[in-house]
């Protein structure tokens, strides 16, 4: 069939010197590992939005619907130093920490029934399949009635934020443990919680971090829109109890100042706990980039 | 001769006539949504301490499934499986199991902690004993430089290693390595086939090896059952312990595999008669045939 060949060459044979041409890896020249920094270029984004503010404000030059970001940083650093808005966040972060936790207590129990019994499983299939959906903010009415004014309504609907993501997250994360590991957990004679703490969570922590992740925003979220509404009629009131407050005196600065706590509170958490956990953690083990 | 280096492991079954291992007309079926398939058929074979017993077969023998119900993680349909007599029926630490894939070692867990973990918690030792043991083994899979290294920065020959390491540290009554070289490349294949039989020389433990490489099951095995596939039955056992990496190019050891060979892709014996009269033309070279089809 096919009559063309390739042609026939002469072999030969090389003796390599050590390589000494060019070193084998160069630094980034300085700007470059600069611009590695990741902190470094959302900083860069921050002040650029921050200027936008500014300049958007200056065209609008109406302090009642938008304050400049100067103003607005002058309202926080007063704020600040008065000792309001850190009293303000202590009391949101205080009755937020009771939740999230007792969140995530009832999404450990739940999904360790899940992975044990069958029956488990369908009752955390079903449950998430009807609370998910539902927004915390909606049961707070319920809440009310049921335990009054006070935190433990608070914690009530946080728990109800935390615990279905978090379940379905972690559930999710459980399953996807590989089959031979957890065969080689059970040929070690593990079983039941045993099982569940030393292979099954460290196995899943990835889906549980991104889990926690969502849970935290979820509740965060809660509890700020559930101090607006009932904020009014409550003794001591947290950050959105301090937003509703000052936007009805029309302190419009300082309802600015407030939601940038609200935002800078959320933006630590992620950048210093949750990067810190994944350092640690999932990054360390190579199970996430 | 290569026999007489094996003198000492012949002689140990020799004063040892009570099996370690009985695996005793197993049959073991799986599920799927619309059938039960019947994975292996009324399988006996003994294994005696410091034996080196091979499950070979092609793939879809049930071979993998054997060693799973050996392990615990599979209960057989029929029959039973024995350990000192006593009847196996859950997963435990007196038989550890090295697997093929590489995510047998939890990755949140050092070098050192992997081979830990077990000793801690299967076997109750205290941490420092437990990283004494560890360090120990290490040192004889050569790993001790990588103790505090995480399991994703190793390759894949080091993760087997670590793998062996752990589960030799048990000290189980029953080694069981389910294909562990399969996923390495050939080279490293040998070398690891190399550093188990030296780690076998030094310590003699018990092993169940299955692996579906005749040239393999020939190096490592002392002792070699043969599985048919579709269902796995008994087809044969041989003795291997005169062969070991040195003799692979020998006429003997070609000898072997070939008749090896012959003995998985032939009809079955039973089948002979009606082989005869239909595959007539095929006599010739069925080995070639079979061979073809099967890989």
């Known amino acids: 069939m096919s009559t063309m060949q390739a042609p026939l060459r002469a072999e030969y044979e090389r003796a390599l010197e050590p390589f000494t041409a060019q070193p084998l890896s160069q630094a980034l020249p300085w700007h470059r590992r600069l611009w590695e920094l990741g902190w470094l270029r959302k900083g860069a984004l921050l002040i650029v939005l921050a200027l936008i503010w500014e300049i958007a404000a200056r065209v609008q030059d109406n302090d009642l619907l938008l304050p400049t970001f100067m103003a607005t940083a002058r309202a926080f650093v007063d704020a600040i130093v008065d000792g309001e808005l850190p009293g303000k966040a202590v009391v949101s972060l205080s009755v937020l920490l009771q939740g999230y936790a007792a969140g995530i207590v009832l999404a450990f129990v739940l999904t360790t029934l899940a992975v044990s019994t069958r029956i488990g499983r369908d009752l955390l299939e079903t449950l998430t399949a009807m609370f998910n959906p539902l927004p915390a903010i909606a049961l707070l009415p319920l809440a009310l009635l049921w335990f009054g004014l006070g935190s433990k309504s608070l914690i009530f609907v946080l728990v109800h934020a935390v615990l279905w993501p978090l379940a379905l997250n972690t559930y999710a994360g459980f399953r996807g443990v590989p089959e031979t590991l957890r065969m080689a957990g059970r040929n070690y004679g593990l079983r039941g919680l045993r099982y569940v703490v030393l292979i099954l969570v460290p196995a899943a922590l990835p889906a549980i971090v991104s889990g926690l992740k969502i849970g935290w925003a979820f509740a965060w979220r809660t509890l700020i829109a559930a101090e607006l509404v009932f904020g009014a009629s409550s003794g001591k009131g947290g950050l959105g109890w301090y937003i509703f407050q000052n936007r009805n005196e029309l302190y419009t600065d300082r309802v600015f100042a407030g939601l940038a706590t609200v935002i800078l509170i959320g933006l630590a958490v992620e950048g210093l706990v949750f990067t810190t956990l994944e350092r640690l953690t999932v990054r360390r083990w190579g199970v996430q980039h | ?295």
Not at chain 2, 11 to 39: F, G
Not at chain 2, 59 to 67: H, N, P, Q, R, V
Not at chain 2, 215 to 220: C, D, I, P, R
Not at chain 2, 225 to 232: F, N
């Open chain 2, 1 to 295: 001769m290569a026999d007489g280096n094996h003198g000492g492991a012949h002689l140990r079954v020799v004063s040892h006539p009570q099996p370690l291992l009985q695996v005793d007309e197993v049959s073991l079926e799986y599920r799927t949504p619309q059938r039960v398939v019947r994975a292996t058929h009324r399988v006996s074979f003994d294994v005696h301490a410091a034996d080196r017993f091979v499950l070979l077969g092609p793939s879809g023998c049930g071979k993998s499934t054997l060693l799973k119900a050996v392990a615990g993680f599979v209960t057989p349909a029929e029959g039973q499986i024995r350990l000192e007599g006593q009847r196996v029926d859950a997963p435990g630490p007196d038989r550890i199991v090295v697997f093929q894939e590489f995510d047998q070692l939890p990755p949140w867990k050092t070098v050192k902690q992997n081979v830990m973990f077990p000793l801690r918690h299967a076997r109750g030792l205290s941490k420092a004993e437990a990283a004494d043991v560890a360090l120990h083994f290490l040192d004889k899979v050569g790993l001790s430089a990588f103790a505090d290294a995480y399991p994703h920065t190793l390759s894949g020959g080091m993760k087997q290693r670590v793998a062996i390491a752990r589960a030799l540290a048990m000290r189980p009554k029953v080694l069981l390595m389910d294909e562990p070289f399969a996923a390495l490349d050939a080279l490293t294949r040998r070398r690891m086939q190399e550093e188990l039989l030296a780690l076998w020389e030094d310590a003699a433990f018990t092993l169940l090896f299955v692996t579906h490489s005749i040239e393999e099951a020939l190096v490592v095995g002392s002792r070699i059952l043969l599985l048919s596939p579709h269902p796995g039955r008994v087809r044969a056992e041989l003795n291997s312990h005169q062969y070991s990496l040195a003799s692979q190019g020998s006429a003997d050891f070609q000898a072997a595999a070939q008749r090896i060979h012959q003995m998985l892709f032939e009809q079955p014996a039973d089948g002979v008669l009606a082989a005869t009269e239909t595959d007539a033309a095929h006599a010739p070279q069925p080995t070639v045939h079979a061979a073809g089809q099967r890989s």
